[in-house]
């Protein structure tokens, strides 16, 4: 699956593979033979042989998410489309169903499905007027799946967007440091895209103790460390590698 993810559109020869579309299908849960067993074992026991209608909406959304970041990611695109199929009264859910369309399709390296899906849940963020951040994150996938395809223009405003909202929060929460940063890694403005890791990651400079079921804080630190390689700080970058 993440080589499958790695496949680009063949509009632009010299077009080189960014590290974003790099890291899009690497599973964020290395679990072990053990706990793949148990994660199956508890969607397994929470879904099979019910009626999807008698299913909370919110575990069919919480087995796929689970499926898809351990790299399991067929199962859970099946369990996504499967919901869309439902009558779903709820925008909420639809939303998050059409982003993790959106993300599995991406990491298949089928950009144009991800792209519909991904507008769609776009849509629906607008109408309900989500937190900016949520609309930032979907406006900065869709900027990847066009920078992909050499549309570099439309990926270009898309990114623009994303920074512009995201500079107007003043928080430090993490999922809105990570995306300001990715937009700004696009951009090539690497030295404000560590800054803005640097204060959202405590103690970055510190050795991490992190377990290997959750990969999160050290993908955070590659990013970091990519940001501070391209912006001239190597030693530290490697330190932190």
Same mark, same amino acid.
């Given at each position: 699956d993440f ?5 680009m ?9 960014s590290p ?5 299908g $690497?599973?964020? $849960?290395a ?8 994660? $199956?074992?508890n969607i ?6 019910? #009626? ?11 087995a ?12 859970a695109l ?8 439902q ?10 169903a ?9 990491d ?8 519909e899906?991904?507008n ?12 900016i951040?949520?609309?930032a994150?979907l406006?900065?996938k869709?900027?990847r ?5 050499a549309?570099?223009?439309t990926?270009?405003k ?5 920074i512009d ?6 928080s430090?929460?993490?999922?809105i440091a990570?995306?300001?940063?990715d ?14 890791l640097?204060?959202a990651? #405590?103690?970055w400079?510190? #050795?991490l103790h992190a377990?290997i ?6 993908l955070?630190r590659?990013?970091?460390? $990519?940001?501070?390689?391209?912006s001239g700080e190597?030693d530290k970058?490697i330190?932190i590698?």
């Amino acid at each position: 699956d993440f080589l499958q993810g790695l496949r680009m559109k063949d509009a632009d020869q010299e077009y080189q593979l960014s590290p974003y579309l790099l890291w899009s299908g $690497m599973p964020l $849960m290395a679990l072990t033979d053990e706990g793949r067993s148990l994660l $199956m074992d508890n969607i397994t026991n929470s879904l099979e042989g019910k #009626p999807v209608r008698a299913v909370p909406r919110e575990e069919i959304l919480s087995a796929a998410k689970q499926l898809h970041e351990s790299g399991d990611i067929y199962r859970a695109l099946n369990l996504y489309l499967m919901l869309l199929n439902q009558p779903l009264s709820d925008l909420t859910i639809k939303k998050r169903a059409e982003e993790g369309c959106g993300d599995c399709y991406l990491d298949l390296g089928f950009n144009f499905d991800a792209k519909e899906h991904y507008n769609s849940a776009l849509s629906i963020s607008n109408a309900l007027n989500t937190k900016i951040v949520d609309r930032a994150v979907l406006s900065l996938k869709l900027a990847r799946i066009y920078e992909a395809e050499a549309n570099h223009l439309t990926a270009e405003k898309l990114v623009r967007d994303c920074i512009d909202d995201l500079s107007k929060t003043r928080s430090n929460d993490l999922k809105i440091a990570n995306t300001l940063s990715d937009a700004l890694i696009m951009q090539e403005r690497y030295k404000e895209a560590a800054d803005v890791l640097k204060g959202a990651i #405590p103690g970055w400079d510190q #050795p991490l103790h992190a377990t290997i079921d959750n990969l999160r804080p050290y993908l955070l630190r590659a990013n970091l460390a $990519m940001a501070l390689a391209e912006s001239g700080e190597v030693d530290k970058a490697i330190e932190i590698t």
